[in-house]
Every structure is written in structure tokens, then in C-alpha cells.
């Protein structure tokens, strides 16, 4: 091996030695979700049956299909002591007198309204406060209108994070449809949770996600509240960020705890993620060093791989082509193994035929997400 390495052209070895370099690096990240597939709550605190009162808090614009579907979900949750705090947002008449006829009929239900003022558009961050002023007890839950839990126990397991915790993360996806677009996006709501997760349960928490999570009161009006507050964005990774230790996280990993997002076509997501991915800017550095390093190794990984097997082929020298190719398929083959048990905890073990796909794509999909958010910034980022 090492006569038919020092027998080859100068391109040829620097490609190799990168090649081989991003492979260890990639060993090493992808190593990282053992501690996802190993992860218990009941291993981290003593879980108990008790059932303390929680506030579920949702914002909510003139979304109709959130009455009609999903609301209904969140007020039949199996638990004693909650209830559903409603922020309408700058909503019609017509919608809120709809919420508050529902308030009527359920205890549960607590309605509060923001009205548009002066024509302009109220902050999503304002919304969360007001929701949280309004609720009545020192648990809270967040979740988005367009988001729906997959079961009527998503309360009760989120609520078990409280034990020990004052902040508790739990998992969110896309909801089902056809069509590969719809694939891709959740395979990248699996693989950036699965870095977020990681860094969580280690103690380095970085983010949430804004579908699924929780804090007491305490935690947020002893803080100060959220940061950033001109910047629409950032109450599910920047607040995260402020106020999160290596002691106060709870994660919840749970097929039946995970809420999907509502399916959308692929322009609408390429928006959201624009516009959500802009506090990366603000993230600490070394959140900044990590991610980049994964995402150009794994590039750099591919790229160099499949120069080097362009080249042997050309060369017709096929047992070197087989020896190349086994660096990134015994890669391929620990991720796909680690994201098949991480999946099945999470409900999404349907996509793991796709996710290698997936796995080739992203690197050229997070550099072109980076290039768009500093050269053509979004109007829709400040208030």
C-alpha cells in the first residue's frame, strides 16, 4: 500500500490525504449521535408520575386550518392540569370571535389578543411575552399554529423534562406529503436536530426548536426576556442561548412526543430556512467553527472521493477504485446506522432510503444558504 501511495502523482497523494483527513474528521462527528441513541431521561433525573400544571402557549395569525385541525389536538392532550394560552396576532375580527366562542365552550382554553397597529406587523417575540403574561402557570410550553403533536401524550412527556430542569427541548418535523421536496426537507429537519441534540445532551446547548419546547417564567423575566428584540427571529436558538447551562436542559426523545410542522412547497421552506438561519451570525463561535468544519469536510470528503475514482477509472487501476470507495461508504454505512436509531426514537424512520441523498446534497445546500443570507438579506428579518 504504501509503494502504490508514493507511486503516485503529487494531485493524486494530496487528494488522498484529504481525503483520508475529512474521513477521520467525518468519523468523528458522526460518532457524536451514539450519545442521541444512548440518551434516557429517566437515566438523568427520577422521572415520577405526578402531573404538574403546564400552560401550552401558541401564537397565532389568521390561520383557520389551526382552529379547524390543530387546536382541537392541543385542548385533548391526556393530561390533568393545563391549559391552551392562544396569542392572536394582529388577527380579524371573524377569527377571534371563532376563539373566543371556543374559550366558551372549554375550560382550557385561554384567548389573548394583539391588535395591528398603525398598519404594521407585530414581532413573534412580542407575541411569546404576551402569552407568557397571560398564562397562568410557572411551566410553559411553546408551539407554533402551524404545528400539530402526533399523539394526545406529547404534553405529558414534554411536561416529564420539567423534573429536575428548568428548560425542556423536544423534537419537531415536517408533516408527510408527496413529492421528493417534501423528503428533503424532512430529512434537514432530522439531521439539524440530530446536531442540536447532540450538543444538548452533552451539556452545550445551542438551540431548540420553536415547535416544541419549554421554560418556566422564572428562567425568562429573570433573564430579561429575549435578545435581538428588532430581529423577528431567534426565540428558539439566540434566548436559548442566554439562558441555557449545562445543568438546567432537559431533552425529550419520544416517537409520540414529536410535533410536525404543517407540509409546504419547497419555495416556501427555502424562505423559512433563510430567514430562520440569519441569527446564525450570532451564535458563538465555537457553534460557528463546529458546523463549518463538518459541512467542508464532508464536502471536501466527497469532492476529493470522487476525483480520485474519476482518476483510477480512467487509469483502469480498479482495486484501487474499490480500497477509495470504502473510505466514504464505512462513513455512510455508521451514519445511516446511528440516523436508523435516532429515527425510530424520533417517528421518522421512513426517510432513512433518502437520507443519503440527503447526506450528498446538504453541504452544496448550507453554502448557497450562507451565500444568499449576506449578499440578498431579507426585508422581512427586522420590525
Known sequence: MIEFYSGLDIELKVAALVCVACFLVQLFYVLRYVIIVKYRLSKRVNITDEQPPVSVVIPTADDWDFIEKRLPVYLSQDYANYEVVVVANDCSEDFVDVLNIMAEQ????????????????????????????????????????????????????????????????????????????????????????????????????????????????????????????????????????????????????????????????????????????????????????????????????????????????????????????????LRLLLLMILTYKTACRLGDKDLLWFYPIYDLLSPMSEMALAIRRRIKPSSQLWI
Open 106 to 329: 372549554n375550560d382550557r382554553l385561554k384567548v389573548t389578543l394583539i391588535k395591528k397597529y398603525n398598519h404594521s406587523s407585530h414581532s413573534n417575540k412580542l407575541a411569546l411575552t404576551v402569552g407568557m403574561k397571560a398564562a397562568a402557570n410557572e411551566l410553559m410550553l411553546f408551539t407554533t399554529s402551524d404545528s400539530v403533536p402526533v399523539s394526545d401524550q406529547w404534553l405529558n412527556l414534554m411536561s416529564k423534562g420539567f423534573t429536575g430542569s428548568s428548560i425542556v427541548l423536544g423534537y419537531s418535523s415536517v408533516e408527510r406529503a408527496k413529492g421528493l421536496g417534501n423528503l428533503y426537507m424532512r430529512c434537514s429537519r432530522l439531521g439539524v436536530a440530530m446536531r442540536w441534540l447532540v450538543a444538548a445532551i452533552s451539556g452545550r446547548t445551542y438551540r431548540g426548536s420553536c415547535h416544541s419546547i419549554g421554560y418556566t417564567k422564572n428562567v425568562y423575566f429573570e433573564s430579561g426576556g429575549f435578545t435581538h428584540l428588532r430581529l423577528k427571529h431567534g426565540v428558539d436558538d439566540l434566548f436559548i442561548q442566554k439562558v441555557a447551562t449545562d445543568k438546567n436542559v432537559s431533552v425529550v426523545i419520544h416517537p409520540q412526543a414529536t410535533v410536525r410542522q404543517a407540509a409546504m412547497p419547497m419555495k416556501q421552506w427555502r424562505k423559512q430556512r433563510a430567514l430562520n438561519s440569519f441569527s446564525f451570525r450570532y451564535y458563538p463561535k465555537g457553534v460557528k467553527f463546529s458546523q463549518t468544519v463538518e459541512l467542508l469536510s464532508r464536502l471536501l470528503l466527497i469532492v476529493c472521493w470522487l476525483f480520485l475514482v474519476v482518476k483510477f477509472v480512467l487509469a483502469q487501476q480498479y482495486v484501487a477504485v474499490a480500497v477509495v470507495t470504502g473510505v466514504p461508504f
